[in-house]
């Protein structure tokens, strides 16, 4: 199996994918897009739950990657297809099994982009995007992987470093965007896109209007569609240092 990745003439990357390793959607195209808005100086940069490898390999084919691309996943397989597209698109890597920063110590980067999983658990289970092999650790609100992120990114910036963070409305965006804003100095958006619920899903409305009751996720009904919307930020100027 494969997926290729393209942005406008600039980039077209094919890559390799494999059963239990989570495929791109459009949340990676707007993380990298996101990247590309901001157009960052080259540096060290690490790629948070890279899956397949597509944005870390992304950032190394635009210039925005310098030396060895950084990544690590909680799943072996991710790690290992990562490597193996990188060997495919000659990208010397550093790449790294286990959850968020702990493979890396007290490494600092210039660049953190985050792409662990960030959609309420209960909606993870109800989508075509996750599976038992395939795991979505993010909690009731969505929101808990992302925030341990955000909180320990000071720890792993280096001086004038940026964290790009996604926040899709199938989470409680409200909770990220204020762990954001009391962790950073400056939180900005970077890239955004509304989308449309997948067909897969709509028979379970009323198990997501619950959760939207509840205040756990948010979308929006228009001209018969569900509409949800993911935006990408940056995040910079950590409080405290």
Not at 222 to 229: E, H, I
Request: aromatic share 8%.
């Amino acid at each position: 199996m494969s997926y290729t990745f393209e942005l406008g003439d600039e980039v077209s990357i094919k890559l390799a994918t494999a059963p239990g390793v989570f495929v791109p959607t459009h949340t990676s195209t707007l993380c990298i897009e996101a990247v590309h808005n901001q157009g960052p100086r080259p540096g060290r940069t690490l790629d948070l739950g890279c899956g397949c490898g597509v944005v870390g390999i992304a950032m190394n084919k635009l210039g925005y990657a310098n030396g060895p691309l950084f990544a690590s996943d909680l799943s072996p397989e991710a790690v290992d297809l990562t490597r193996t597209n990188c060997d495919a698109h000659a990208v010397n890597c550093d790449v790294r099994i286990g959850s968020l920063f702990e493979p890396w110590g007290d490494m600092r980067f210039d660049m953190i982009i985050d792409d662990v999983s960030g959609i309420a658990e209960e909606v993870a289970i109800l989508s075509p995007w996750f599976s038992e092999t395939i795991p979505c650790a993010s909690g009731d609100d969505g929101t808990a992987l992302t925030r341990a992120v955000i909180e320990a990114a000071p720890d792993h910036l280096a001086d004038g470093g940026l964290l790009f963070i996604p926040v899709i409305s199938l989470s409680c965006v409200d909770r990220i965007l204020d762990s954001a804003h009391a962790t950073f100095g400056s939180v900005e958006k970077a890239s955004g896109q509304d989308w449309r619920l997948p067909d897969e899903m709509t028979p379970h409305l009323d198990q997501l209007d619950a959760l939207k009751s509840d205040g756990l996720i948010d979308f929006a009904r228009k001209f018969g569609m569900v509409m949800c919307r993911t935006d990408f930020y940056v995040c910079s100027e950590p409080k405290g240092k």
